[in-house]
């Protein structure tokens, strides 16, 4: 049974990109029963048990034997050495689209459970979703509750489908589609954006793969991620002042990145930086579009900003703020998504120096008693990098679970360093703790 990809899903393939997600845990864990929650989910979501295969000229979803579909797989290990394994390990080709792990400490009572996704069936918001319903399904075994849809049993024999995003969209005039592509070719093309330079030599970077799991491709490096966290009382006073100043916590962070991104270029005047901000779909459709819904239903909004060494990052966020406002309130969102298939031959349209994408507030997994979990994360992670390409864009995953923010910032080893990334994540918190250490304003005094 096959399920066509729309021209926007197959882009995706090429990419051969995952959302990892990640859960720390302490206490006890009834593998069977973790076991058994996840054949419940991917029993209800049929995309989790396909491959992708050739179908024409483009590509389709083709459903998995019982005996090839995804299984939860349980292993004894180190949670750091598990993380970095299952962070570098590709979805095997021509396999599950999906991947469930379960790796507990030798000794006690420490756990990691990693469940990666590839982005051609999820996005951001789907892939928590998921996430999270794995755990309510465990939690409903455990506790002896009654799920709907948690019977066993063999899939179904006729797989419901979800429609492409694309297919969703509102109907609109292809002449005003093809007119905001061209106006988006001519911004890029008067508007160039610069990006930063990798700091490993393209020499130095063979032979860089080393470690547990750590298995980039050609062996030229590994991916690796850099974390930046805030406790729940720092990211109630960021959002507090995002508040105060009339911009959105998403805006604060883009400034924080663009300003880091900008010392780590020639100069001191202005240069044109991109900053790349994936926009959400589901809720701008009619009807919206549920998170659980295992379909990719994001699109991109691309600005283009002249940033010097002294630019103001309140400033700066306001005038993040302020252009992705107006872009999410019209139709650009719709549009953007229409010319995705573009994308490949004009690579420019989604070219930007910093790459910021954000969940917002998201609850974390609901566990039973005697289980806790101790940190949630999410994480991007694809498997075609390119270091002979000498720069690319910088990326920033930011999510806050439970009401603690974390910016996650992946790397190929290739490109950059460890230490460039540490950097540059510590310049990011200064950047935000400017924000934090923000006054008060001074209210009016009345004539």
Known sequence: ????????EALYVGQRSRAVLSTSLRGHIDAEALSAAFDAVTRAHP????????????????????GERPRLTTRTGLAEDAYAAELNTPLALGGP?????????????????????????????????????????????VEGEEMPGAAAGAPDAEPHWPEPVSRLLPAADPAETAGYLEGRIEESRRHPVELVPYDVPPAAATGAASGPGRTGAAGDGHI?????????????????????????????????LLAAARRRLPGDGPRTLGCLSPVDLRSRLTPPLPAAVMVPAVTTHLQTLDVSTEADPTTLARTVHARLGDFVAGAGPHHEMRITPEIPGRPTLQLATVIATNMGV??????????????????????????????????????????????????????????????????VRAGLATFLDAPEPVPARAS
Not at 47 to 66: K, M, N, Q
Not at 110 to 137: C, K, M, P, Q, Y
Not at 372 to 394: C, I, K, N, W
């Open 224 to 256: 690796e991620v850099c974390r930046l966290t805030l406790d729940e009382e720092r990211t109630t006073r960021l959002r507090h002042t995002a508040r105060r100043a009339g911009v959105s916590v998403h805006a604060l962070v883009c400034a924080a």
């Open 47 to 66: 995309s989790l048990r396909t491959r992708i295969v050739p179908d024409g000229g483009g590509f389709a979803l083709s459903l998995l034997d019982e």
């Open 1 to 8: 049974m096959h399920r066509a990809l729309c021209p926007v």
């Open 362 to 427: 998201v609850r974390g997994p609901r566990l039973p008693a005697g289980l806790r979990a101790t940190d949630v994360r999410l994480v991007p992670a694809r498997e075609q990098y390119f270091p002979q390409a000498g720069r690319s864009p910088l990326m920033a995953c930011v999510v806050s679970f439970e009401g603690r923010l974390a910016i996650e910032f992946p790397h190929f080893t290739a490109c950059f360093s460890p230490s460039f990334t540490e950097a540059f994540r510590d310049e």
């Open 97 to 141: 689209l999906s991947r469930a792990v379960l790796v507990s400490a030798p000794e006690g009572d420490g756990h990691l459970f990693v469940l990666s996704v590839d982005h051609t069936i999820t996005d951001g918001h789907s892939s928590i979703a998921l996430h999270n319903e794995i755990w309510d399904r465990y939690r409903a075994l």
